[in-house]
């Protein structure tokens, strides 16, 4: 008797185990925990990498390399860090140190991730049809393949102004305003989501003598034009006092504009090969790309004369009643501006002409080396400085990040407004992160790794739910052996 109601103390005890531990597993199943992954799921957006984990923040807090992105989430690097998020729809994103975005959707219903810049650079790659969205101040940017081959994209935000380089694929900017489809291996700068100076860049500010300054398309007023500023058609830029300024065309050609002149491009089309400039007082230097393509042309025109070019290097010096032009290489052609007036001569390199108001061309007469080196030397940004009071020169054409170029533009007495931080940060994102898609294929494979992984464990997972359903189906069931018949 002892024995069996021993027996019955440790079956009624090992029941109570059973069910107590069948209990908490049934709980478990049915809870959150095991069914939240579909949910989780459908608000994940991608996943980080960074080697620098301590420096990259997910809302606030210091985030490990693998951890997944989700919508609403913020994402943000600090001083010398970068991140890399690879994106379910395959699209992958990388930023650079002191950044920060935020994650959303821009069609949750078709799976468009919308990333809401707040400060730094970014470089997006998409190779979908389907584009995604940069947010900056005041303006969306749309970014999409275009002929199977992904899309890839620059953006930098600093306070209100931002930049965006089209690298390849189709970028369309919506602002204030039409939207902008950007051209490809063209640029942008937004102030509040307009654009600046109109919606085609001809060339950029490579460098300065201060001062100059930009009048913008439609603009009454005039602006600081500061070394890596965007040049656009019909900005009217002047050089005051001794400023001088080199402006690097699309197409390969540079213009050095010499003191107390004003220019304007009128047209620039690096693909035709087809540029337009009116030089209406002062001194300028063309270094003209050579024209390969039919139609092409580069023509200068004064108050006083045309100057068309192939391939050549030449100086122009302008005012209302007369212009005269020195041939530094190649071949020119000069006419008087007004076609009724006959007269046409070709001009070769250390020759020069003058033409007056209402004049055919003169004679050509022959310039020595010296003078002609004198002629170029006048309009020369990073040459001698122009007077004694003058001792630094900017000349960062090359400079490739943020805080070199600010440091030499700050060096050589050239303030470095926002948009020219921005632009600057395009560079920058553009030098630091060839690295990071490297960093991404890697985390491709390590991600891939991490899918099957987790594949697995949802198949183990569900194995182990119809077995812990199974023992429950089992204990319920009137025919499971409990050891009482």
């Known amino acids: 008797m002892a024995r069996m109601a021993m027996a019955r103390r440790r079956i009624t005890m090992t029941g109570r185990k059973w069910w107590g531990a069948l209990t908490l597993l ?9 069914a939240s992954g579909p949910v989780v799921q459908s608000r994940a957006l991608g996943m980080v990498m960074t080697s620098t984990p301590a420096a990259v923040m997910i809302n606030g807090a210091p985030v490990r390399s693998g951890t997944t992105l989700f919508r609403g989430d913020v994402l943000e690097t600090r001083a010398a860090a970068s991140a890399q998020v690879k994106l379910h729809s395959g699209a992958s994103l990388a930023l650079t140190e002191n950044s920060e975005v935020a994650l959303e959707w821009a069609d949750p219903a078709g799976g468009a991730e919308k990333f809401d810049l707040r400060r730094g650079a970014l470089h997006l790659r998409n190779p979908n049809p389907q584009a995604e969205w940069v947010t900056v101040p005041g303006a969306s940017v749309l970014v999409q393949s275009e002929g199977g081959f992904p899309a890839l994209c620059r953006i930098a935000a600093v306070g209100q102004s931002a930049a965006i380089i089209n690298d390849r694929g189709r970028v369309e900017i919506r602002g204030t305003g039409a939207p902008l489809i950007l051209p490809l291996g063209q640029y942008a700068t937004l102030e509040a989501g307009r654009p600046q100076g109109g919606s085609q860049a001809a060339g950029t500010v490579s460098a300065a003598i201060p001062a100059e300054t930009v009048q913008r398309s439609g603009q009454t007023a005039t602006s600081p034009l500061k070394v890596q500023d965007p040049v656009y058609f019909q900005d009217v830029v002047r050089t005051l006092n001794t ?10 050609s540079v213009l ?15 693909q035709s090969q087809q540029t337009a400039i009116e030089l209406t007082a002062g001194k300028l230097r063309s270094q003209v790309a050579h024209i390969t393509k039919q139609g092409g042309s580069f023509d200068v025109t004064t108050q006083t004369a045309v100057i068309g070019v192939v391939g050549t290097d030449f100086v122009v010096n302008a005012d209302k009643k007369q212009t005269r032009v020195w041939c530094i290489e190649g071949l020119v052609r000069v006419r008087n501006v007004n076609p009724a007036i006959v007269g046409l001569i070709l001009l070769h390199a250390g020759e020069f002409t003058t033409i007056p108001l209402g004049m055919a061309p003169a004679a050509v007469t022959s310039v020595s080396p010296a003078a002609a080196q004198t002629q170029i030397s006048q309009t020369n940004p990073s040459g ?5 009071g003058l001792a630094n020169v900017a000349n960062v054409s090359n400079v490739g990040t943020a805080g070199a170029s600010a440091g030499a533009a700050a ?20 030098t630091i992160l060839n690295g990071a898609y490297t960093d991404l294929n890697n985390a491709n494979g390590d991600s891939s790794n991490a899918l099957n992984n987790a594949n697995g464990a949802n198949q183990s997972s569900g194995n182990t739910n119809g077995l812990l359903n199974g023992i429950l189906q ?12």
């Open 411 to 430: 060096g050589a007495g050239v303030a470095v407004g926002r948009a020219n931080s921005a632009t600057s940060l395009l560079n920058q994102a553009g």
């Open 26 to 34: 049934s709980t478990l199943i049915s809870s959150g925990s095991f």
């Open 384 to 388: 001698p400085p122009p007077s004694a």
């Open 243 to 252: 400023g001088r300024v080199r402006i690097a065309l699309q197409d390969g």
């Open 474 to 485: 089992d204990l319920v069931s009137p025919t499971y052996p409990c050891g009482c018949h």
């Open 256 to 270: 050095n504009i010499g003191a107390r002149s004003e220019m304007k491009i009128v047209k620039h089309d690096a």
